[in-house]
């Protein structure tokens, strides 16, 4: 399964998941644990960036490789490991929440992503 996500920086430069149809509260899509971070990086200085996201291969992808499925008490989701980034040796661990799941119905053992619609 594909699925571009948009990410975009509020007032308090908190990133946070674009899903429109995401029933639950605003504060589950916030991107914390490690995701900000890559998305600093992806971003640079933008304040938004979309991303191509899938749990099968794509090409020019980074890939995401679930280390750990978190108990629902732990916060739920998984932890992710990006061991490279831009072909740079990263080890950049990542927590991905329930919403997770609720995209790709299912915690995918690999997430592979790619920036995309960059202007």
Known sequence: MERAIRFYKNAKHEWYADIPEWGGAIEDLQMVEGADELLNWIAAAENECTLLMADEPIENAEILDLVYAREENLGGGGDYLL???????????????????FVFKQLPEKIYFKEINKY
């Open 83 to 101: 061991e490279t980034f831009r072909k740079e040796f990263k080890n950049h661990k990542i927590w991905l929440c329930h919403v997770t799941e």
